[in-house]
Structures are given as structure tokens and as C-alpha cells.
């Protein structure tokens, strides 16, 4: 009789229980893992703490599909060197280098063969639109978690908004690795921006911020 009466309250207890687990874990878990990256309307320097990276190197490699052009392959564009106080961007195609180096109030550029320093009036915005562009994420506020899954070997959070964009966030960093725009104007585009050959937290030397003379 007893053994009766307890295998219920048993049942009971387990029901309960594993009800208030499946009711707290995803609010644990989405508070937790469930993390789009730092959005980029925050100051640079914040966007990089919360991501845990003091310095960065990556390709971004572009594919783009339309109702015109049906090439999925990604191709190289850009490469980025960003730590604290220094981003050096090179792009592919034509050659072109641009260095922001705002602890000395520098900016120079490299293009058709030629150096050149750049009259601007804020190196420290500059640098700043540049890491929050690169590091910081485009959703807007209706973001909402889609799924999870690995790419490159890099385990991601993805996110979406209603504006048509979806980011992959790699969860170790908080870092945007992968963006997708669908645009439905005149003619139908996918765009996809992918960081690639991605290098975090080493020391670079000064020589890469330089201009060479």
C-alpha cells in the first residue's frame, strides 16, 4: 500500500521538477549563450571588451547571388588589422591601404602606387567607425535567435532581424564571423560577408601600421 501511494508522489515530484528545469534552462541558456555581438551603436573599446579581443586579423571574403549573377563562390576583398589603438585595412582590388593610428593623430593611405598622409580632422572616429563596422553587429532591434550550428569549424549563434539581414556570431567571441542581406528591389540579391583566416589576441608589430617611404 505504501509503495502505492509513494510512486505517484514520485511521478508528481518528477514532473514538477523537470517542468521548472524546462522552464528555467532556456532563460539561463539565452542569457548565457543566446548573445548576438555587441552592437556597433556602442563605443569601440566597449564592443572589444565584451568580446574579450584586444587585437584581430581577418580576410572578408564576399559572395553575392542574384536574379543577374548566379556566382556563389566567396572571393577575398578586404584585410583587417585592428588592435586598441591602430586598424590597418587593405583592400584587394585596386591595392589599397589605409592605416588609422589615433594614439599619434595619424592617418595615411597607400593607392596607384603612391603613399600619402590624409588630412583628417578625427583619426580616433575614424578608427572607431572601422572597428564598430567590423567587430560590432548590424541587427537592428527585432533580433531574434534562429538556430545554432558550426562553420569553419567555429561553433555560432545565428541571429536574424526584420530587415532581411542574418548574422553568424561565433559564441566564443561574441564576433560577427558571417553576414547574409537578402534585398528584394529591382533585382533580387543575396549578399553574403564572411571573416575568414581570422587571427585573435597577438601582438602586432609596429612595421604593419607604417608607412613605408
Avoid at 87 to 95: S, W
Avoid at 139 to 154: A, I, M, P, V
Wanted: net charge neutral.
Amino acid at each position: 500500500m505504501k509503495a502505492y501511494l509513494i510512486t505517484p508522489c514520485l511521478i508528481l515530484l518528477s514532473i514538477l521538477f523537470s517542468s521548472c528545469v524546462r522552464n528555467s534552462s532556456p532563460a539561463i541558456y539565452e542569457k548565457i549563450d543566446l548573445l548576438p555581438a555587441p552592437s556597433g551603436n556602442l563605443p569601440a573599446k566597449e564592443i572589444m571588451d565584451l568580446q574579450g579581443i584586444t587585437s584581430i586579423r581577418f580576410v572578408s571574403y564576399d559572395s553575392v547571388v542574384s536574379s543577374q549573377k548566379h556566382d556563389t563562390a566567396f572571393n577575398p576583398t578586404f584585410e583587417y588589422y585592428i588592435d586598441e589603438k591602430r586598424v590597418k585595412i587593405i583592400q584587394y582590388n585596386p591595392l589599397t591601404i589605409t592605416v588609422f593610428a589615433f594614439e599619434y593623430n595619424i592617418a595615411w593611405n597607400y593607392y596607384d602606387g603612391k603613399y600619402s598622409y590624409m588630412n583628417i580632422p578625427n583619426v580616433f572616429a575614424a578608427y572607431s567607425l572601422s572597428v564598430k563596422e567590423q567587430l560590432g553587429s548590424w541587427l537592428n532591434d527585432s533580433w531574434q535567435f534562429l538556430y545554432s550550428e558550426s562553420l569553419d569549424g567555429k561553433q555560432c549563434q545565428v541571429f536574424g532581424d526584420n530587415s532581411g539581414l542574418t548574422e553568424w556570431v561565433w559564441a566564443k567571441y561574441r564576433l560577427p564571423i558571417q553576414k547574409k542581406r537578402v534585398g528584394s528591389g529591382d533585382i533580387y540579391q543575396i549578399t553574403y560577408t564572411k571573416k575568414m583566416d581570422i587571427e585573435i589576441n597577438k601582438d602586432f608589430p609596429d612595421s604593419i601600421f607604417i608607412m613605408k617611404n
